[in-house]
């Protein structure tokens, strides 16, 4: 398998525009996770899901951060309008507990750097 | 709000010698996790601990864990230049959610 997929691998955008981040978990797990990762708050959990339901959203930090997962192979999360301060890297990750031998462990994704200016 | 805090917070070894780091966290776990980050890269799960065991062992890692002073510690024996990374505990509460709670890391440097 080729793990976690995710897309860009690098962002640089201006202020206020959309910004999309990609993300393909691996095959036949149900758990998908979203993480941003910056030197002042380390590592954060933004939102995860199970079986594409987002179960827990509380780590999103504003209205303009939305994240979707229409099927088991893809979710995207999204930041409109962007701001300096969402600059970070951003992680997907995916797990499952029946797959993994009853084991929790996440699989993390390269990352997304993003860059606002 | 970050669970596990781990101590200490950069820690600087000659390959060979063994590393040591540890992770407290605050409320009650299910399981406590060890993962390793090397620059530029994703997260990757080194070594799992259930509450209800004390140690664990892979290849040159050793892990413990101690639920009644809330602290576990990861040991790695014989390092090498290609451990130096950094090191996160990750906390799973007790329920059903999938949710871990990281600490902010700790960074090893492992000197040949």
């Known amino acids: 398998d080729a793990g976690v997929i995710q897309s860009p691998r690098h962002e640089v955008t201006e202020m206020g525009q959309e910004v999309t981040l990609r993300c393909k978990p691996i095959?036949?797990?149900?758990?998908l996770f979203w993480y941003r990762q910056t030197m002042m708050r380390g590592l954060e959990l933004l939102i995860y899901?199970?079986?594409?339901?987002?179960?827990?959203d509380s780590g999103m930090p504003e209205d303009r951060f939305s994240a979707k997962m229409p099927n088991a192979s893809f979710s995207t999360l999204k930041i409109q309008p962007s701001e300096p301060r969402d600059s970070a890297v951003y992680f997907c990750?995916?797990?499952?507990?029946?797959?993994?031998?009853?084991?929790?462990?996440?699989?993390f994704g390269p990352g997304t750097r993003l860059t606002v200016t | 709000s970050q669970q596990g805090e781990e101590d200490p917070q950069a820690l600087s070894i000659q390959e060979g010698e063994n590393a040591t780091m540890n992770c407290s966290y605050k409320t009650s776990i299910n399981n406590l996790q060890w993962y390793r980050q090397n620059s530029g890269r994703g997260l990757v799960h080194l070594i799992l601990?259930?509450?209800?065991?004390r140690e664990k062992h892979s290849g040159r890692l050793r892990v413990t864990l101690d639920t009644s002073k809330k602290s576990s510690s990861l040991l790695i024996t014989a390092s090498r230049a290609a451990d130096t990374a950094s090191y996160f505990c990750a906390t799973r509460g007790p329920g059903g959610s999938e949710k871990l709670v990281f600490g902010k890391g700790m960074k090893l440097t492992v000197n040949p």
């Open positions: 899901f199970n079986n594409n339901v987002p179960i827990d």
């Open positions: 095959s036949g797990h149900d758990y």
């Open positions: 990750a995916s797990s499952s507990y029946r797959l993994a031998g009853g084991s929790y462990e996440q699989y």
């Open positions: 601990i259930r509450s209800n065991e």
